[in-house]
C-alpha cells in the first residue's frame, strides 16, 4: 500500500498545520509529509493543510486562507486548519466517542483555531499552546532548519493532543461515577467516593444539597473536601469549621478528638485523617458546626 503525501506550508509554521499532523499520524500510521508552496506539488498531495486556497474534506483539501475563510463554529471561532481537519478525524481519534471529540475541540481546538484567526474574544491571555508551538521556530541567531524543528513541535504536540484526549475521557468517564455516589450517599450533603474522581462539574449539576466530598489520597489516607459554590469559585458552600484552620497532628487531633487527623488547610477547604472512619467523623463536626 502506497503511503498518503500530505503537503503543507514550508517556512515559518504554527500550532494549527503541527497539531494537523500531529492529528493526522493518528489516523495514518505512515506518510510522506511535503512542506512546500510549490502548487503543482501541492496539487498531486493527498491530503493538503493550511496552504492551497481550498476547503474541500472530501477531496482532502484543508486550507482557511481563502476569501471567505472555511466557516465557522456557532460560537463565532473561525476554523484554521486545525478545526477542519479535527471536524473529519476528530471521531475517529477519539476511538468513535462523540462526547470525548466536541470536549478536545472545545478545549483545545477551538482555541487553536481562535488564535490563528485572530479571534481572541474569549481567549484566555496569557503563554498559550500557539505561541508555544511558534517558539520551535528557529529564531535568526540559529541555523537550525525550519523542517527539523517542524518535527520537533509535531513530537512534542502529538504527545498534548494525546494527554487532552486521555484528560477529556477521564472528566467523562467520570460523571456516571459520581452520579452513582450522588444516589448512594446516605447523607445527601456528604458524598463519598471509593476512589478520587473529578466530580466538581458533576456535582455542581446533579446535587444542590452535597457540602463534603470524602476520598482516599493516593497514599492511603482519607480527605475531606468542600463543595465550592460553583465551579471555579474559592468560596464554599460550606467551609470546614475554622478551629481547625492550618492545624495538623497533635494540634488538630486535640481540637477535633480525633486520634488519627492529620491536616486542615488554611483555607478550610480540604482536611484529612488515616482512616476513612474518622474523616466521616470530621465530616459530621463539620455539618454541625
Not at 62 to 85: C, K, M, T, V, W
Request: charged content about 25%; aromatic content about 8%; overall charge negative.
Amino acid at each position: 500500500m502506497t503511503d498518503k503525501v500530505i503537503a503543507t506550508h514550508n517556512g515559518n509554521f504554527h500550532a494549527d498545520d503541527v497539531f494537523s499532523i500531529a492529528a493526522l499520524k493518528n489516523i495514518f500510521p505512515s506518510f510522506k509529509l511535503i512542506r512546500t508552496r510549490d502548487l503543482e506539488v501541492i496539487g498531486k498531495a493527498d491530503i493538503v493543510i493550511d496552504v492551497g486556497g481550498e476547503y474541500d474534506a472530501d477531496a482532502g483539501r484543508f486550507d482557511h486562507h481563502q476569501r471567505g475563510g472555511a466557516g465557522e463554529r456557532e460560537n463565532g471561532i473561525p476554523y484554521s486548519s486545525f478545526g477542519l481537519i479535527w471536524q473529519k478525524y476528530g471521531l475517529a481519534i477519539c476511538q468513535g466517542n462523540q462526547e470525548v471529540a466536541n470536549s478536545v475541540d472545545a478545549g483545545l481546538v477551538s482555541t487553536i483555531d481562535a488564535i490563528d484567526c485572530g479571534h481572541v474574544e474569549g481567549v484566555a491571555q496569557g503563554i498559550s499552546l500557539s505561541q508555544t508551538i511558534s517558539m520551535f521556530n528557529p529564531t535568526w541567531q540559529e541555523d537550525s532548519h525550519f523542517d527539523t524543528c517542524f518535527d520537533e513541535a509535531v513530537d512534542f504536540a502529538s504527545r498534548v493532543l494525546t494527554r487532552f484526549i486521555a484528560s477529556a475521557s477521564g472528566g467523562i468517564n467520570a460523571k456516571d461515577i459520581v452520579a452513582k455516589a450522588i444516589d448512594n450517599a446516605e447523607d445527601s450533603r456528604v458524598i463519598v467516593l471509593e476512589k478520587y474522581t473529578p466530580w466538581k462539574r458533576t456535582v455542581h449539576a446533579l446535587s444542590e444539597e452535597a457540602l463534603y466530598m470524602v476520598y482516599p489520597s493516593p497514599s492511603g489516607q482519607w480527605r475531606i473536601q468542600t463543595v465550592p459554590v460553583e465551579p471555579g469559585s474559592f468560596e464554599d458552600r460550606k467551609p470546614l469549621p475554622k478551629q481547625w484552620a492550618g492545624l495538623s497532628d497533635d494540634a488538630l487531633k486535640e481540637v477535633t478528638g480525633i486520634d488519627d487527623a492529620m491536616f486542615c488547610h488554611n483555607g478550610l477547604f480540604i482536611a484529612g485523617a488515616e482512616s476513612f472512619e474518622s474523616t466521616m467523623k470530621m465530616a459530621s463536626i463539620a455539618l454541625q458546626d
